[in-house]
């Protein structure tokens, strides 16, 4: 097991951001100079969805709902119609209408304090952890099940089921995002679990985590 010691995360760190600066993908949420609104409406629609899926449609999103307002006035079916290459729509929309009368009722202002902010509609743990990462600058992890997969397997595995609540699990997120980059690195986690260490079938033979990867090292036990 690669041991969560302050030098291997920090070899993680700068590999993976060394990775990025030529892998990285390119979404439109990623661009600089997005409004809150839309940073937020990409990570609820990203729930769940691959971000690929996502680019397709929600420029058009975008186009159509450009802001608060817009949203908190518009028919869930219309809400629904730009929703539906993804799935759950019929969820996704009655929420995403919620928190818009919502934003629109505090005057589009998030609210700072952690409790509240989970509270709000289409919140809760990994949608707070956006929000602090994504619009307050804070070094917070975009932990869901892509970037525990990588942390798990290169690292060690976690205890509970849940994601959210095991606690050697969100210790080791958010000593991995603790970076100046913080942003980027979460970005660089969550496309390598795209790209290189897959659910099925992970790209182990050329990875450059390799030599120090807890999974390949388990992998490697067993055919002795
Ligand atoms: S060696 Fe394989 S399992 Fe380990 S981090 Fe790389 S792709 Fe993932």
Redesign the pocket.
Known sequence: MAAATTKNISEFQEKLLAWFATNGRHFPWRERRLTPYQTIIAEVLLQRTKAETVSKFYPKFIQHFPNWLALSLANVSDIEHYLKPVGLYAQRSKRLKSLALEMIKRNEVLPTDRRELESMPFMGQYMANAVELLLYDKPFPLLDVNMSR?LE??IGERTMADIRYDPYLQKLAFKVVKHNHSKELNWAILDFAAI??KARN???KT?F??RK?A??KSVRRRLL
């Open positions: 990588v397997r290169y290189t260490c992970p790209i182990c990875c985590l390799a990867c999974f390949i």
